[in-house]
């Protein structure tokens, strides 16, 4: 990228570079990298259980090993359908050492909610927490899969007895058969590992092959799979290096509480944290009494989440007077980040909170505030280092704004993605011919390159840091034979972030059953997804093509919620 002054750079903390260096290797180089530098070093801590450098090396070299002998080869599509763990770091890596391409899942999701994905990748192998198993065998005869690797958290684990209460799983039971189990029809995860290592000189990928699949509702309500190289995520986790300046190799702690199925997730632990070689306290789940916990033994020094884990987490330790002095790096991404919740937690911390932007398609971190005092709370930040941006006219994105008026959000950066797969189509509406990725995102950007979102030209809700398509749930509303249509949107609540609304319209001589409603989406979708309020309408208003205005119907209902 040429080297063009910007005038954000000047607001950049002290020693954060215009541009990073572009990597010239893979993320297998890198972790090879990491393993062979840090060694003895922790790695990984899972409930106190820790796992070295070395350790972790040793595990995936021999997982991978076990996928090649199942059948992978360089390019497959590897399915991981995984909470926080040990064991989706080691299937994280050794996926990509065969140079193949790593799918991520959200364990939470419903068979229904897989499917589609798994018609559109077409996955023949699939790593899955036992509790998920259950959904991949439930699809229809048509999607093939070849084996089922199963994963049971409980063998991570240092000891049962006082740690299965923690896990996401209300009725698990620490049984020996918990502990020793696989799920009905799958490959034990000790079976993969019980192979000798891979070959070292089997082939690794290179820097520009396909890494990742990540699937995104973007801005419409299929989701898709956003395609993501190695050169993008490497990119990304350098700008993240460069953007913390200070931070030391094999010194810092990341708590690993973001899923690594997320993008942001995967970039700031999977390949940020081994980048640094740091240690990664990985939780399965957010619960405010194992993180402080954890903070008495291994304490947090890189914490980033969601609004709404930095108030709970902050208001716990006050609660129990457990210091967070320790967290310098903190980032706070996927919704708007309210002025109390900064006041809170820097009160209780030893760094600032800054918030931050990115998206599925820029692997996913293009802008955020400076850990300096440049930064301006109530905006997201300034670009990061090698990325570009510009604010066009809505109907036209060849013609830039003046500075100060709101436009479309564009960037451009090594960690901008390819396209989506298998959708030409979508792929020509993200990015323009010149490389520009259209965020979709309505902002104002003042004379400093600070940049504000004032409105979403998508109409995703954002929920405890999750995107949820109201296309999605109104589809699985009008499956209910009592609803004849169905408009979903966000109500904002008052500590950020958007609660799931929706207005149905009921078939003629259907009672309206709000319980009955919420039963039926349980069936069909993950908890986030599922409407918290349910109202019915009449007089919808539609366009002219007889299409439910969610505006309007948003306009309509939320004053009486």
């Known amino acids: 990228m040429a080297n063009i002054e910007q005038p954000w750079v000047k607001n950049y903390q002290p020693g954060v570079p215009a541009e990073i260096d572009l ?10 990298r990491s393993v062979a530098e840090a060694g003895a070093a922790p790695a990984l801590e899972f409930f106190g259980r820790r796992t070295s450098y070395t350790e972790l090396g040793e595990q995936i070299d021999r997982a991978a090993e076990g996928l090649r002998q199942l059948g992978v080869r360089a390019g497959d599509r590897v399915a991981l359908i995984l909470p926080n763990c040990p064991q989706h770091v080691v299937a994280f890596y050794a996926i ?13 999701y419903t068979s229904r909610e897989l499917r589609h994905q798994f018609e ?4 023949r192998v699939v790593i899955a927490w036992d509790k998920s198993a259950a959904a991949v065998h439930d699809f229809p005869a048509d999607i093939e899969i070849d084996h089922v690797v199963s994963v049971n958290l409980l063998q991570a684990f240092p000891a049962v007895k006082r740690f299965a209460l923690y896990l996401p799983v209300k009725s698990l039971r620490a049984s020996r058969e918990a502990l020793t189990g696989a799920a009905p029809g799958t490959i034990p995860w000790k079976d993969l590992l019980s192979h000798g ?3 070292p000189e089997h082939p690794r990928p290179s820097v520009d092959d396909l890494a990742a699949i990540q699937y995104t509702s973007g801005t419409t309500g299929r989701p898709k799979g956003a395609m993501l190289s190695h050169f993008n995520l490497y990119s990304n986790a350098l700008q993240g290096e460069a953007w913390m300046h200070g931070a030391e190799y094999r010194k810092e702690i990341f708590y690993a509480i973001l899923p690594m199925f997320h993008a942001f997730g995967m970039t700031l632990y999977l390949t940020f944290g081994i980048r640094k070689q740091g240690l990664l306290v990985l939780f399965p789940k957010f619960e405010p009494g194992l993180i402080l916990d954890a903070m008495k033994k291994s304490p947090a020094t890189v914490y980033c989440a969601v609004p709404p884990i930095y108030e709970r987490t902050a208001l716990a330790a006050k609660e129990k007077g457990v210091s967070l002095r320790s967290c310098k790096y903190c980032i706070s991404g996927a919704m708007n980040l309210p002025d109390h919740v900064v006041e809170l937690w820097e009160s209780m911390s030893g760094g600032l909170l800054v918030e931050g932007y990115g998206m599925t398609e820029s692997s996913p971190v293009a802008l955020g505030n400076p850990f300096h005092p440049t930064r301006r709370t109530g905006t997201i930040g300034v670009p990061f280092p090698s990325t570009l941006m510009k604010v066009v006219d809505l109907d036209d994105t ?15 950066g090594p960690q901008v993605f390819s396209g989506y797969l298998n959708n030409p189509e ?13 965020t979709g995102d309505i902002v104002t950007v003042d004379a400093d390159g600070f940049t504000t979102i004032v409105d979403r030209a998508k109409e995703l809700i954002i929920t405890g840091g999750f995107n949820v398509s109201p296309s999605e749930v109104e589809g699985v509303l009008r499956l209910h034979p009592a609803v004849k249509d169905a408009a979903v949107f966000g109500k904002p609540l008052e500590r950020g972030g958007e609660m799931v609304v929706a ?5 003629p001589g259907s009672a309206f059953d709000e319980e009955a409603l919420r039963a039926h989406c349980r069936e069909h979708l ?33 004053p009486v919620l």
Do not use: C, F
């Not at 207005?503 to 078939?507: G, H, I, R, W």
């Open 426 to 438: 979508e792929t020509a509406k993200a990015l323009t011919t010149d490389g520009w990725l259209r």
């Open 503 to 507: 207005a149905v319209e009921l078939e």
């Open 96 to 108: 990509l050492r065969l140079g193949a391409v790593v799918v991520e899942h959200n364990p939470l």
């Open 398 to 412: 060849t013609r830039e704004v003046p500075q100060g008026e709101p436009g479309e959000l564009l960037i451009k």
């Open 197 to 199: 290592p891979i070959d």
């Open 120 to 123: 559109d990748h077409q996955a």
């Open 23 to 32: 990597p010239t290797e893979s993320l297998v180089a890198m972790l090879e």
């Open 526 to 558: 993950a908890a986030y997804k599922i409407p918290k309020r349910i109202v019915p309408i009449t007089d919808t208003p539609r366009s002219m093509l007889g299409k439910i205005l969610r505006k309007q119907v948003r306009e309509q209902v939320l």
